[in-house]
């Protein structure tokens, strides 16, 4: 079991930064894939960032060239520096952790984190 704590998250003006973080238990932190996911009210779960067990990252297109993922294996932590924030940015962001065993997927997530976007 894989225990995501987030934290960071709050409110800001448009145009401002935040940058999240999340804290995972365990000892196997560098093998998983990690990634951010965020959900606005009446909307579905949509990825936001991916960094793998090898440092690989992808975006989603709304937040390329403003968010950056990244991971600390040494500390056990992934973080998401978002900038140029938008209104539209609103939403809970969830830390999600994705493990293989025995070619079984395990995915364990946060409970959330709540970003406002708004002046």
């Known amino acids: 079991q894989v225990q995501l704590v987030e934290s960071g998250g709050g409110l800001v003006q448009p145009g401002g930064s935040l940058r999240l973080s999340c804290a995972a238990s365990g000892t196997m932190f560098n093998t998983y894939n990690m990634a951010w996911y965020r959900q606005a009210p009446g909307r579905q779960r949509d990825m936001v960032a991916t960094i793998s067990s090898g440092s690989s990252t992808n975006y989603a297109d709304s937040v390329k060239g403003r968010f950056t993922i990244s991971r600390d294996n040494a500390k056990n932590t992934v973080s998401l520096q978002m900038d140029s924030l938008k209104p539209e940015d609103t939403a809970v962001y969830y830390c999600?952790?994705?493990?293989?065993?025995?070619?079984?997927?395990?995915?364990?997530w946060g409970q959330g984190t709540q970003v406002t976007v708004s002046s």
């Open positions: 999600n952790a994705v493990q293989w065993r025995w070619s079984t997927r395990y995915d364990y």
